[in-house]
C-alpha cells in the first residue's frame, strides 16, 4: 500500500506536463492533480480503518508533525481561509471557484491535502525521488520552450500556457536542481542537475517575466549573503564562500547599478528579459496598473469603509473581483484596460481575500520556513536550495498570483522543510519494523478525525463538482467545435447540468459564440440564443455577484437588440447594468454599458450625459472600446445634436470626436466657424457624411 501511495504522490512531479486542449485555459492539470489525490485519500482511508498497523504508523507521523510550528502556521493559515469562505460575500465561487483559477476553499483544501500525505508517506529519499523527477519534467518543459522561442515566440509558454506561470515553475526546477545536486553520488544526476538549472535560468530570461527575473535575482543575493555570513571556514577550490560570496556580491552590486545607470541604452533591449526590466519605472504602464491596484486593495479592508470584519476576515477566496469593482480607480484605463481579479501580488491577494488574520497567518509560513534554515547550523548546500527557492519565489508572488505550477511546488517544499525540521523524529519511528501500541494522545486522535474529515471532504468535491466539472467542459468543447447547428441544437442542454464550478465559463464562452454567430434568419441560431441567454439569467440568478458575467450577459442583450431591433432586449440591459452599479458605481464598463442601452432607446440626452461622465473621467477609454463603437455613436449624436439645434452638445461632441482621431474633424469645424459666424445652421447631408 505504501508503494503505491508513493507512485500516486510522486505521479504529480508531471503535472506540468498534462496540458489541456479544451477551449478553455489549461485545466487538465488541475483535474489530474486532484484525481491523483482523491485515489490517494481512497485508499488511505481503506487502510487507515482496516489496517491496524497502518493507523498506528499514521497516527505516530501525525503525532510528530502536528506539533511542528511551520505545520501550525499551515494549518492556521487554511483556517483563516475556511472563517473567510464562510462570511465570504459571494459564498460560492469562495467555495468552489470557477475554471480560471481553480483556488477557493477547495482548492487549498486539495494542497494541503498533498502535504499532509506526503508527511504521512514519503521518507526523505521520496522527496529526493519528486525533485529528481521534477527535473526530467523541467527537461521536457524546457526543450518545448526553447522550441517555442526559435520558431518565433517572443514570451514562450511551453505547456503551461503561460510565460510568467512557466517562470515561477522554473525557480522549482532550480531549487530541484541544487538539492539533487548535493544528495546525489550519481554522475549522470550531477551533470544533469547542472544542465536542468543553467537551461532554467536561460528559460526565465526567455520567458521575460520581470518579477521572476527578480526573484531570481534576489534569490542568487540571498545565497551571497548566506554564504559570507555562514561560509566561514568552507572551501571551494580552496577559495573561501565567505570571501568569494563577498566578492561576487560587490561584482552584483556594481552590474546593477551600471544597469541602472544605462538601462535605457539599446544594448539592453536586445537582452531577452532585461529589455522589459529595463522598462520599470514610475511611467510604466503595468507598473502604474499594479500600483493602482494596491490602493484598491488597501481601500477594500481599511476598517473606516468596511468595517472591521473585512479588516480581520477579508472579503472571502475569490472575491477579490468585488472588491476591485467596488473601489475601481476610473485612472486605471489610461495604462490597462481589463478585469482584474487579483491584485497581481500574493500579499495583497491573502489580505483581501482572507484579512488581516489570514496575511499574519501566511506570513508566518514564511517566517518560520526561514528560520529554521538560518536556525541551521554550519552551511549546507541543502539550506542553499530552501534559501534560493523561498526568496525567489516570495519576491517572484509580489508581482503575480499562486498558480498550480507554483502552488504545488511550494506545498511540498514545505512538507519537505517540516519533515527537515523533526527529521530525528521521523527517522526514528522509520526505522523500527513494527509499531506495537496504538497512539492514545487525544491530540493525536483529534487530529486523525480532522484529517479524515479532510479527505472526505476532498472526496465530496470531487464527485459533487470537479470530475462533473471536467466531463461537462469536455462535452462543451467537442460541440463548440461542431460545424453542425443541428447536434449543437440537440445535445447542447447536457452540458449545463449540473451546475458546476464550469458553469461560468461553458455560459460565459456560449453566449459570445452565438452572438458572434447569430443569424436573424437562422431558426435554428435563434434557438440557441434563447437558449444562452436562459442560461446566463439562470446563472446570475445562482451566482448574483459575479458581476463580470452579469455584465457581458448586458453587452449580450445590447447586441441580441441591435440584430433583432427588440426595445425588450436593451431594457433589459438597462436592469442589469443598473444592478451592477448599485454595487459598483464607479465602474466604467456598468456606466458604459447602460449608457450604450439608453443611447439605442433613443434616450440620447441622457445616455450622451453618461459618456461624457465616462470619458472626461477616462479619455483614452473612447479608444480602448473594442471596434469603433464610441465613434459611431457619436457620429450619430452629431446628427441628433444637429437636429435639435443644441449648439452646445454639438460643439462637445465635436470635440470628443476630434479629439480622438475623427476623420472628418475638419468638417466638423467648419461647421461650427459658419454656426458662430452667421448664427445659422448650414444644410448637411449626413447620409453622406
Known amino acids: 500500500m505504501n508503494k503505491f501511495l508513493k507512485l500516486c504522490l510522486l505521479a504529480l512531479a508531471i503535472t506540468p506536463l498534462i496540458p489541456d486542449n479544451t477551449i478553455f485555459t489549461p485545466e487538465?492539470?488541475?483535474?489530474?492533480?486532484?484525481?491523483?489525490?482523491?485515489?490517494?485519500?481512497?485508499?488511505?482511508?481503506?487502510?487507515?480503518?482496516?489496517?491496524?498497523?497502518?493507523?498506528?504508523?499514521?497516527?505516530?507521523?501525525?503525532?510528530?508533525?502536528?506539533?511542528?510550528?511551520?505545520f501550525v502556521s499551515l494549518g492556521l493559515f487554511v483556517l483563516f481561509f475556511t472563517i473567510s469562505t464562510i462570511f465570504a460575500s459571494d459564498k460560492y465561487i469562495a467555495l468552489w471557484s470557477n475554471t480560471d483559477r481553480f483556488e477557493g476553499l477547495v482548492g487549498i483544501m486539495y494542497l494541503f491535502c498533498f502535504s499532509i500525505f506526503s508527511l504521512l508517506i514519503f521518507k526523505k529519499e521520496d522527496y529526493f525521488d519528486f525533485f529528481k523527477l521534477s527535473l526530467f519534467v523541467s527537461f521536457i518543459v524546457l526543450i518545448k520552450e526553447f522550441s517555442e522561442s526559435f520558431s518565433g515566440a517572443v514570451r514562450p509558454d511551453s505547456f503551461i500556457g503561460n510565460p510568467t506561470f512557466l517562470a515561477g515553475y522554473l525557480l522549482f526546477s532550480i531549487f530541484c536542481s541544487i538539492l539533487v545536486f548535493k544528495e546525489t553520488k550519481n554522475n549522470f544526476f550531477k551533470y544533469f542537475s547542472v544542465l536542468i538549472s543553467t537551461l532554467s535560468i536561460i528559460g526565465i530570461f526567455l520567458t521575460q517575466t520581470r518579477g521572476t527575473l527578480l526573484g531570481l535575482v534576489a534569490g542568487v543575493v540571498a545565497l551571497l549573503f548566506y554564504g559570507a555570513i555562514k561560509g566561514r571556514g568552507v572551501s571551494l577550490n580552496k577559495r573561501k564562500i565567505n570571501k568569494l560570496s563577498v566578492i561576487i556580491l560587490c561584482i552584483i552590486f556594481v552590474s546593477s547599478s551600471i544597469f541602472i545607470a544605462t538601462?535605457?541604452?539599446?544594448?539592453?533591449?536586445?537582452?531577452?528579459?532585461?529589455?522589459?526590466?529595463?522598462?520599470?519605472?514610475?511611467?510604466?504602464?503595468?507598473?502604474?496598473?499594479?500600483?493602482?491596484?494596491?490602493?484598491?486593495?488597501?481601500?477594500?479592508?481599511?476598517?473606516?469603509?468596511?468595517?472591521?470584519?473585512?479588516?480581520?476576515?477579508?472579503?472571502?477566496?475569490?472575491?477579490?473581483?468585488?472588491?476591485?469593482?467596488?473601489?475601481?480607480?476610473?485612472?486605471?484605463?489610461?495604462?490597462?484596460?481589463g478585469w482584474f481579479d487579483r491584485s497581481h501580488n500574493r500579499l495583497?491577494?491573502?489580505?483581501?481575500?482572507?484579512?488581516?488574520?489570514?496575511?499574519?497567518?501566511?506570513?508566518?509560513?514564511?517566517?518560520?520556513?526561514?528560520?529554521?534554515?538560518?536556525?541551521?547550523?554550519?552551511?549546507?548546500?541543502?539550506?542553499?536550495?530552501?534559501?534560493?527557492?523561498?526568496?525567489?519565489?516570495?519576491?517572484?508572488?509580489?508581482?503575480?498570483?499562486?498558480?498550480?505550477?507554483?502552488?504545488?511546488?511550494?506545498?511540498?517544499?514545505?512538507?519537505?522543510?517540516?519533515?527537515?525540521?523533526?527529521?530525528?523524529?521521523f527517522k526514528e519511528i522509520e526505522t523500527k519494523k513494527k509499531?506495537?501500541?496504538?497512539?492514545?494522545?487525544?491530540?493525536?486522535?483529534?487530529?486523525?478525525?480532522?484529517?479524515?474529515?479532510?479527505?472526505?471532504?476532498?472526496?465530496?468535491?470531487?464527485?459533487?463538482?470537479?470530475?462533473?466539472?471536467?466531463?461537462?467542459?469536455?462535452?462543451?468543447?467537442?460541440?463548440?467545435?461542431?460545424?453542425?447547428?443541428?447536434n449543437i441544437l440537440q445535445n447542447i442542454n447536457t452540458v449545463f447540468d449540473p451546475f458546476t464550478s464550469a458553469q461560468m465559463r461553458i455560459r460565459y464562452d456560449f453566449m459570445g459564440f452565438i452572438s458572434k454567430n447569430y443569424d436573424e434568419k437562422n431558426e435554428k441560431i435563434k434557438k440557441l440564443s434563447d437558449i444562452s441567454l436562459n442560461r446566463a439569467v439562470e446563472y446570475t440568478k445562482k451566482v448574483p455577484l459575479d458581476l463580470q458575467f452579469s455584465n457581458y450577459l448586458g453587452l449580450?442583450?445590447?447586441?441580441?437588440?441591435?440584430?433583432?431591433?427588440?426595445?425588450?432586449?436593451?431594457?433589459?440591459?438597462?436592469?442589469?447594468?443598473?444592478?451592477?452599479?448599485?454595487?459598483?458605481?464607479?465602474?466604467?464598463?456598468?456606466?458604459?454599458?447602460?449608457?450604450?442601452?439608453?443611447?439605442?432607446?433613443?434616450?440620447?440626452?441622457?445616455?450622451?450625459?453618461?459618456?461624457?461622465?465616462?470619458?472626461?473621467?477616462?479619455?483614452?477609454?473612447?479608444?480602448?472600446?473594442?471596434?469603433k463603437g464610441p465613434e459611431k455613436i457619436y457620429t450619430m449624436f452629431i446628427k441628433y445634436f444637429y437636429d435639435k439645434r443644441d449648439k452646445t452638445n454639438f460643439v462637445k461632441t465635436a470635440k470628443r470626436l476630434k479629439d480622438n482621431g475623427f476623420a472628418n474633424s475638419q468638417i466638423l469645424d467648419q461647421i461650427i466657424s459658419i454656426i458662430d459666424e452667421t448664427g445659422t445652421w448650414p444644410y448637411i447631408n449626413f447620409k453622406n457624411d
Not at 544594448?267 to 519605472?281: D, M, N, T, Y
Not at 500600483?291 to 472579503?315: D, H, R, T
Not at 486523525?448 to 472526505?456: A, E, H, P, R
Open 263 to 337: 538601462r535605457k541604452n539599446e544594448v539592453w533591449q536586445k537582452v531577452p528579459g532585461l529589455s522589459r526590466v529595463a522598462q520599470i519605472s514610475s511611467e510604466d504602464n503595468t507598473t502604474k496598473t499594479r500600483l493602482i491596484m494596491g490602493q484598491i486593495s488597501m481601500k477594500a479592508v481599511n476598517p473606516k469603509e468596511e468595517g472591521m470584519k473585512k479588516f480581520l476576515i477579508g472579503w472571502g477566496p475569490e472575491n477579490f473581483s468585488l472588491a476591485y469593482a467596488k473601489y475601481f480607480n476610473p485612472v486605471q484605463f489610461k495604462y490597462e484596460v
Open 556 to 627: 449580450t442583450y445590447v447586441n441580441q437588440g441591435i440584430a433583432t431591433n427588440d426595445l425588450e432586449n436593451y431594457k433589459k440591459a438597462e436592469e442589469i447594468f443598473n444592478r451592477n452599479l448599485v454595487y459598483a458605481p464607479n465602474k466604467l464598463d456598468f456606466n458604459y454599458g447602460l449608457a450604450v442601452s439608453w443611447f439605442y432607446q433613443k434616450r440620447y440626452d441622457e445616455a450622451f450625459s453618461k459618456f461624457e461622465q465616462i470619458f472626461d473621467l477616462s479619455p483614452s477609454y473612447f479608444q480602448q472600446k473594442e471596434g
Open 435 to 486: 509499531i506495537h501500541k496504538e497512539v492514545k494522545d487525544n491530540l493525536v486522535i483529534a487530529m486523525d478525525v480532522i484529517f479524515l474529515i479532510q479527505i472526505l471532504f476532498i472526496g465530496f468535491a470531487y464527485f459533487k463538482n470537479d470530475l462533473p466539472a471536467f466531463i461537462q467542459i469536455k462535452e462543451y468543447g467537442i460541440l463548440r467545435k461542431d460545424s453542425e447547428i443541428s
Open 348 to 425: 495583497l491577494d491573502v489580505l483581501v481575500m482572507t484579512g488581516l488574520l489570514g496575511l499574519l497567518a501566511y506570513l508566518s509560513i514564511w517566517f518560520l520556513f526561514f528560520k529554521f534554515i538560518f536556525k541551521t547550523k554550519g552551511f549546507s548546500i541543502l539550506n542553499i536550495g530552501l534559501i534560493f527557492f523561498g526568496v525567489s519565489l516570495f519576491v517572484h508572488l509580489l508581482f503575480v498570483f499562486d498558480q498550480i505550477t507554483t502552488s504545488v511546488p511550494f506545498f511540498i517544499v514545505l512538507a519537505f522543510s517540516i519533515y527537515l525540521i523533526e527529521s530525528d523524529k
Open 28 to 70: 487538465n492539470s488541475i483535474f489530474f492533480m486532484r484525481t491523483i489525490l482523491v485515489i490517494i485519500g481512497v485508499i488511505f482511508l481503506i487502510g487507515f480503518v482496516s489496517l491496524k498497523d497502518f493507523r498506528t504508523s499514521i497516527s505516530e507521523r501525525i503525532k510528530i508533525f502536528t506539533r511542528n510550528p511551520l
